[in-house]
């Protein structure tokens, strides 16, 4: 198993740029995850998926949509990139409830200019 | 919405001495989950240990164990016999037992430094 997949690994857009940050993963979890870690600080949840076709906002969503059209995939879009929005991203998935271990890729930095 | 607080920026030890990362969190649920995560220079996050809010015992994972009391609402991480490669930022995490989606609030971290 490659586990939680992220591509790119680093980019640099200009300001007003769009780009999507691709998230893979092949343990057939249904959860899965979208966060960004500011320098110094923890992650914060931007969006979540519980299934596919099914999306819900998470702490900061503004700028940014997702979809999750199959089981494995779960796409971020960033539209008209801000500097706000320079941070490393992270993926992450999991299975079913209980105490199921929440696994992370690892992670895509991204620099707006 | 739940909080977590983790008032230590960076920590140092000695290579082979002990050392007590601390965590509070603010909860008006009963049922939750608690973990601690590493993440390297390498940006990987490593989940270190977890612990169950209803279980009473501290959890252990070799050299990492946790003192969790419930009432206080905290969550403290203890690295024993500390090694060169525990040099990491560690985040403490929560996660309601409830709900549908399972998100992990996080804090913002502990700078450890691991020193000959």
């Known amino acids: 198993n490659a586990g939680v997949t992220q591509t790119p690994k680093f980019r640099i857009l200009k300001i007003g740029q769009s780009m999507t940050l691709q998230c893979a993963q092949d343990m057939n979890h249904n959860y899965m995850y979208w966060y960004r870690q500011d320098p110094g600080m923890g992650l914060k949840l931007i969006y979540y998926s519980v299934g596919a076709g099914i999306t819900d906002k998470g702490e900061v969503p503004n700028g940014y949509n997702v979809s999750r059209s199959t089981t494995e995939d779960f796409p971020l879009r960033l539209e008209l990139a801000a500097p706000s929005q320079t941070s490393v991203y992270f993926c992450?998935?999991?299975f079913g409830t209980g105490d199921n271990e929440q696994f992370f890729g690892p992670g895509t930095r991204l620099t707006v200019l | 919405a739940q909080t977590v607080t983790q008032s230590q920026p960076e920590m140092s030890v000695q290579e082979a001495e002990t050392v007590t990362l601390s965590c509070t969190y603010d909860?008006?649920?009963?049922?939750?989950?608690l973990f601690w995560y590493k993440q390297p220079p390498s940006r990987q996050m490593i989940l270190v240990i977890r612990?169950?809010?209803?279980?009473?015992q501290n959890a252990t994972e070799n050299r990492f164990s946790v003192n969790f009391q419930k009432a206080a609402k905290s969550f403290s991480l203890k690295i024993s016999d500390s090694q060169l490669g525990d040099a990491a930022m560690y985040f403490c995490?929560?996660?309601?037992?409830?709900?549908?989606?399972?998100?992990?609030?996080f804090g913002t971290g502990t700078r450890l430094q691991v020193t000959l």
């Open positions: 909860t008006s649920e009963s049922d939750y989950y």
């Open positions: 995490a929560y996660r309601s037992a409830t709900g549908t989606a399972s998100k992990l609030t």
């Open positions: 612990q169950e809010a209803y279980k009473q």
């Open positions: 992450a998935s999991r």
